[in-house]
C-alpha cells in the first residue's frame, strides 16, 4: 500500500512535470515567436514643399511607372509693347482654369480711349503690327466688347489713356488659354489703335474692326518663366 502510495505519487509528479515542460514548450515557442525582428518601415522620401507636386511621378511610392511629363506648373505669358515714338509698354497674362487674367502697363500713349485686341498671328520680321492679322476668333460672330457673349475672343475693348499718357490694364479674358488648345494666345499679338473702339455698336466695319483704325503699338505674347509683378511704371526706354 505505502509503495503504491508513492507510486502514485511519482505518477502525478511525472505528470504535473510534463505539462508544466509542456506549457513552457509552447511559451518558449511564443517568445520566440514575438523576439523576431521585425522589419523596419519602408524609408519615407523627405519631400520638401515646394516638390510635393512630384509624389506622382516618384518610382519609389509604388510600383505604378513614372509619368514622362513634368508636372503642370502655373503659366505666365508676357508681351512687351513697341511701336509709335515714345510707346512702350509691358503686359503680362497670367492663366487660370476659365480664363486668363491681363495686366499690364502702357505708356506715351495719346490720351482717350484706344482701342485694342488680341490679333490672330504672332509678329514677324518686317511686318510691324499689320502683320498681326485680324481679331483672334474661333468663330463666325461679329466684333463686340469684352463683355458681350458673342464677340471675338480677342476682343479687350478699349484701353483709357490717362492725361499722363499712361494706360493700366487689369481685365479678364473667360474665352482664351495660355495652354496648348484652339482658343491659345501664345504666339498670338496684341494691338493697340489708334481710335476708340466702338465695341461693335458703330457703322461701315464696326463688326469687324470696331473702327479702330491703324496700330499705333503691338506686341508678340511669348511664356514668362517667373510670376509677374503688378506693373506701377512705366519700362525704361531700353527694355
Ligand atoms: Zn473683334
Keep these: 500500500m505505502k509503495i503504491s502510495f508513492s507510486l502514485l505519487i511519482l ?54 511607372e513614372p509619368s514622362r511629363f513634368l508636372p503642370i506648373r502655373q503659366i505666365y505669358g508676357e508681351a512687351l509693347i513697341r511701336g509709335a515714338p515714345g510707346v512702350r509698354g509691358l503686359i503680362y497674362f497670367i492663366n487660370s482654369w476659365n480664363g486668363v487674367g491681363i495686366h499690364g502697363i502702357v505708356c506715351g500713349l495719346r490720351p482717350g480711349n484706344h482701342g485694342f485686341h488680341i490679333h490672330h498671328y504672332g509678329l514677324t520680321a518686317n511686318g510691324g503690327c499689320d502683320a498681326a492679322g485680324p481679331h483672334f476668333t474661333l468663330y463666325r460672330w461679329n466684333h463686340a466688347g469684352p463683355t458681350d457673349k458673342y464677340r471675338h475672343a480677342g476682343d479687350l475693348g478699349n484701353l483709357k489713356v490717362e ?77
Design 11 to 64: 505518477l502525478i509528479t511525472k505528470i504535473l512535470t510534463q505539462t508544466t515542460d509542456e506549457v513552457i514548450y509552447s511559451d518558449e515557442e511564443g517568445f520566440e515567436r514575438d523576439i523576431q525582428p521585425t522589419p523596419p518601415p519602408p524609408p519615407v522620401p523627405q519631400v520638401l514643399p515646394n516638390e510635393s507636386e512630384n509624389n506622382s511621378s516618384d518610382p519609389s511610392a509604388n510600383n505604378v
Design 163 to 239: 492725361q499722363n499718357g499712361i494706360a493700366f490694364i487689369n481685365q479678364f479674358n473667360g474665352q482664351v488659354t495660355l495652354m496648348a488648345a484652339n482658343n491659345t494666345i501664345l504666339g498670338r499679338s496684341i494691338v493697340i489703335h489708334e481710335w476708340p473702339d466702338d465695341l461693335g455698336l458703330g457703322r461701315k466695319e464696326s463688326n469687324i474692326t470696331g473702327n479702330v483704325g491703324k496700330p499705333i503699338a503691338c506686341g508678340l505674347i511669348g511664356l514668362r518663366r517667373d510670376k509677374p509683378y503688378l506693373p506701377i511704371n512705366c519700362p525704361p526706354p531700353n527694355l
